[in-house]
């Protein structure tokens, strides 16, 4: 079983930045690949990012490429999204999600953090 707990959200204004933390635990085969997603009202969860262990690479959707950066400390077991130049779009809440492979990098959830950018 993995846990993951998300924090850092919080409102800013466009043009600044963020970064949101997702801690974890539990077994660490079980979560080679991790990533952040988000969901914004009325939308579906989009995916942005995946961190792969194994490789070290790193994945972006087109939406984030540029302006977001995934990143993973494994000694502390957390992993990071770096957000600069926040548009008002990008308000949602964002997701951390973890799997064995990127095939299977959304068998485990985080309960979310909330992100508000305002223009």
């Known amino acids: 079983q993995v846990q993951l707990v998300e924090s850092g959200g919080g409102s800013v204004q466009a043009g600044e930045s963020l970064r949101v933390t997702c801690a974890a635990s539990?077994?660490?085969?079980?979560?080679?690949?991790m990533g952040w997603f988000r969901q914004a009202p009325g939308k579906e969860r989009e995916w942005l990012a995946y961190?792969?262990?194994?490789?070290?690479?790193?994945y972006y959707a087109d939406s984030v490429k540029g302006r977001f950066s995934i990143s993973q400390d494994n000694a502390k077991n957390t992993l990071y999204l770096q957000m600069n130049n926040l548009k008002p779009e990008d308000t949602a809440i964002y997701y951390c999600?973890?799997?064995?492979?990127?095939?299977?990098?959304?068998?485990?959830w985080g309960q979310g953090t909330q992100v508000t950018v305002s223009s």
């Open positions: 961190h792969d262990s194994g490789s070290g690479k790193t």
């Open positions: 999600a973890a799997g064995r492979t990127i095939l299977s990098c959304k068998s485990y």
């Open positions: 539990g077994d660490t085969d079980s979560r080679g690949c």
